[in-house]
């Protein structure tokens, strides 16, 4: 995802943000109603830090805001400045496994609907998870058969 820098061609009015495609992004705002015609200013690629930059960038020129994402006086250099600066910033939000609840119940003491959320829990739970969450499953089955 880039975040880009859409402008007036003299640099007063600017529109900052994201898009996969800047260009194409250009076209849709680029329409009769503006009174001044528009270019790409610049463009950066921040990956998966796209809406943490773009969003920082809308708070932190706050004071220059005209109306929305719409800026007054931002050069293309300084907002590729500061989006790098952003990005270094910028920590990927890692998503922790969700734990299945019945790893480590006792079949024999589960309700016939308790067995059957195991079974659907198994068969939903993630890939890394599932063998060890079958694992699990086919020793209460052990268990159960011996006594």
């Known amino acids: 995802m880039f975040v880009y820098l859409i402008g007036s061609m003299d640099g007063v009015y600017c529109k900052i943000g994201i898009a996969k495609d800047p ?6 705002v680029d329409t009769p109603k503006l009174p001044f015609n528009i270019s790409l200013l610049a463009q950066y690629d921040a990956g998966e830090a796209a809406h943490f930059v773009e969003k920082t960038l809308h708070k932190v020129l706050h004071k220059s805001s005209a109306r929305g994402e719409w800026f007054i006086g931002i050069s293309p250099k300084d907002f590729l400045k500061r989006a790098k600066a952003i990005t270094k ?7 922790k496994p969700r734990s299945n609840p019945f790893v480590g119940t006792e079949w024999g003491t589960m309700s016939a609907r308790e067995r059957q959320g195991f079974i659907l829990a198994v068969g939903r739970c993630p890939e890394h ?13 052990k268990k159960t058969e011996a006594q």
Not at 23 to 28: D, E, I, N, P, W
Not at 89 to 95: A, H, L
Not at 129 to 141: I, P, S, T
């Open 89 to 95: 910033e910028y920590i990927p939000k890692v998503k």
């Open 129 to 141: 998870m599932k063998e060890r969450a079958y694992a699990a499953w086919r020793d209460l089955m």
């Open 23 to 28: 260009k194409y992004r250009l076209s849709c």
